[in-house]
């Protein structure tokens, strides 16, 4: 991965777009659907294991998923070598919100991911209003939630 790709860190960049109801299986077998979560912000997080940026990014994620009842964190877990190798990282970082094994069918519900980590953010109407490649924050992600109430 080139140097100008990890370089790359974008504002969260306002989107106004429908989404269309997603169908995500976790790894615990739940399948999660976009429509499921009306009324809550929904946070799409795309990331690897081996991906530093997306490391930095997690105890944020982390976090935000304890301290925020009305936000669903679902992390797309891409770029794997197997299904145990990401159970066992999310044991080791604590992930305390749904993880997806990722494939090219999943990235096509959702949207471009060209650079990891990718983060989709929809409102409580199911409606994608954001959208970030690379690095994301807490306070970010709080601002901008804070900002549209």
Known sequence: MGIKRWLCILLLLPLASAAADFSLQDMQGKTHHLSDYRGKWVLVNFWATWCPPCLAEIPDLVSLQKAHKDIVVIGIAMD?????????????????????????????????????????????????????????????????????H
């Open 80 to 148: 794997y070598a197997s299904g145990k190798i990401v159970a066992d990282f999310v044991t080791k970082y604590g992930i305390n919100y749904p993880v997806v094994l990722g494939t090219d069918r999943i990235v096509a519900q959702i949207g471009d991911m060209e650079v990891l980590p990718t983060t989709y953010l929809y409102n409580p109407s199911g409606k994608q209003v954001s959208y970030q490649a690379g690095g994301i924050t807490r306070k970010a992600i709080e601002g901008y939630i804070n900002s549209r």
